[in-house]
C-alpha cells in the first residue's frame, strides 16, 4: 500500500524527522486558505498521485501570489496527471499539498527498502537528488552509496558517517543526517514499511538537512497489524480490477496484451506469462487465483479478465494439486455460462482427476477449446486472439 506525500510527512514529523510545513487540500479555495495560513511569499503546489516524476508532468509548481496558488490547485485538481511512471491513463489528482517554499542549497537523494541479496534492510543514498535513482544508477553509479543494517545490531554511528562522508556534508548537517537516518530506521521497523525514500533530501541555505519530499510504501501483508495506517489507503490510485481482485483473494496485476491468463500459482503463472509471450503473443493479465481455487473464485477471475476490453482470448491453466481437476472444471463451466464468456477459452488442466475435468469439459456442450500441455495452450490462445 502507498502513502502519498503530505502522509508520508506527517509521520515523518510524528519521528520528529524536519520537514517543511504544507497543508492539504481538496480545493482551490482550500488551497488559498492553506498558503494564508502558512504565510511568506513562496510556496509550492504539489498534486498528490502515487507515481513519482510528478515536476516534469507539471504536478509541481512554484507561487509567489496567492492568484497563482489557485490558479495553479484549480490546474491541478480533477486532471488524470500522467507521468512516466503512471502509465498512459495517468492517476486522478484529488488533493494538492500546499508548501512552504525552501531555500535549497544541495539536493541529495536518500532511500530505505529491504535488499533481498543480502536480506536486510538497506539505506541507498547519492548526492543526485532530484533525479531518476535509476538514470544515475545506470549513468554515474560511483555517485551512489548504500550500507546493510544487521537486524541484531541496528544502524550504527559509522555507518551513517559512512554515508555522510559520501555526500560531503559538514560536521552540523552530519549530525543532522545521522539523526534522521536513525528516525528512518525506527518508522521504516514501526510501520511495517517496504520502501521509505526521500528524493530529494535537501540542505538549505541556513545548513539544515531537511526531507523535501517523502514516498512511503508499507507491506500490504503487514496491514493486519497497522489499522490507523490502513485507514490512510487511497483506493483512487489503484486499479480498480485490482482492488476488486483483493476483495476476492485473487492476486490481480493488468498489463497491456490481450491474451488473459488464469493460473493457479504465482510461478506457473509467470510461466504462462512467458510461454504466450515466446510464442508472439502479448499477456493482458497477471492472474493467480490460488492454490485452493473454488468455483466461486473462477467465477470471479472471469468477470475481471472480461472487464478488460482488450481481451481476445482466455488461457486457463491449472494444476490439481491441493484443488481437484475435476471442481476445477465445474468452475470454469458455471462460470463461462454465469458470465457469459464470448472470447475463445483454451484450458489446459493437469493434476488430480484430470481426466474426469477434461470430461466434464468436453461434454459440457460449451465452445472451450481443449489443450494437452502448457506449451499446446499457449499456441492455440495466441491464434485464437490473432
Known amino acids: 500500500m502507498n502513502l502519498h506525500e503530505y502522509q508520508s510527512k506527517r509521520l515523518f514529523a510524528d519521528y520528529g524527522i524536519a520537514v517543511p510545513r504544507g497543508i492539504p487540500a481538496e480545493s482551490a479555495d482550500a488551497a488559498v486558505k492553506a498558503a494564508e495560513e502558512l504565510g511568506g511569499d513562496l510556496w509550492v503546489v504539489k498534486a498528490q498521485v502515487h507515481a513519482g516524476g510528478r515536476g516534469k508532468a507539471g504536478g509541481v509548481k512554484l507561487a509567489r501570489t ?38 535549497i542549497d544541495r539536493e541529495l537523494y536518500l532511500s530505505m527498502l529491504v535488499d533481498r541479496e543480502v536480506s ?17 544508477a545506470e549513468e554515474t553509479p560511483e555517485q551512489i552509496f548504500s550500507v546493510s543494517v544487521s537486524p541484531d545490531a541496528g544502524l550504527q554511528d559509522y555507518q551513517a558517517r559512512q554515508l555522510a562522508f559520501g555526500l560531503e556534508l559538514d560536521k552540523r548537517q552530519m549530525r543532522q543526517f545521522g539523526d534522521l537516518l536513525k528516525k528512518l530506521y525506527q518508522l521504516y521497523l514501526d510501520t511495517d514499511a517496504s520502501l521509505i525514500e526521500v528524493n530529494p533530501l535537501i540542505t538549505n541555505k541556513a545548513g539544515d538537512v531537511i526531507a523535501l519530499d517523502g514516498k512511503i510504501n508499507i507491506d500490504g ?16 490510485q489503484e486499479d480498480e480490477a485490482e482492488r476488486k481482485a483483493a ?3 485473487l492476486n ?6 490481450n491474451i488473459a491468463c488464469m493460473v493457479n500459482g504465482a510461478g506457473l503463472a509467470m510461466a504462462t506469462m512467458d510461454l504466450i509471450k515466446l510464442h508472439g503473443g502479448e499477456p493482458a493479465n497477471f492472474l493467480d487465483v490460488g492454490g485452493g481455487a473454488t468455483a466461486e473464485r473462477v467465477s470471479e477471475a472471469f468477470k475481471l479478465i472480461l472487464s478488460n476490453d482488450n481481451v481476445a482470448a482466455i488461457l486457463v491453466n491449472i494444476f490439481g494439486g491441493i484443488v481437484r481437476c475435476d471442481l476445477i472444471a465445474e468452475g470454469i463451466i458455471s462460470a463461462v455460462k454465469d458470465v457469459g464468456v464470448s472470447v475463445p477459452v483454451i484450458v489446459r488442466l493437469e493434476g488430480t482427476n484430470v481426466n474426469k475435468g477434461r470430461e466434464l469439459l468436453a461434454n459440457s456442450g460449451l465452445d472451450i477449446i481443449a489443450a494437452e500441455d502448457l506449451t499446446d495452450a499457449a499456441k492455440k490462445a495466441v491464434a485464437s486472439a490473432a
Open 247 to 249: 476483495e476476492h483473494d
Open 66 to 103: 496567492l492568484d497563482e496558488v489557485r490558479d495553479y490547485a484549480a490546474g491541478m485538481l480533477g486532471i488524470q496527471l500522467v507521468t512516466h511512471q503512471s502509465g498512459p491513463e495517468g492517476l486522478p489528482v484529488n488533493v494538492v499539498y500546499v508548501e512552504e517554499g525552501s531555500e
Open 221 to 236: 501483508s503487514a496491514l493486519f497489524r497497522q489499522p490507523a495506517i490502513a485507514e490512510l489507503r487511497d483506493p483512487s
Open 252 to 257: 490481480y496485476v493488468s498489463l497491456d496484451g
Open 120 to 136: 536486510r534492510i538497506s539505506f541507498i543514498a547519492s548526492a543526485a537528488g532530484g533525479m531518476d535513482i535509476e538514470k544515475v
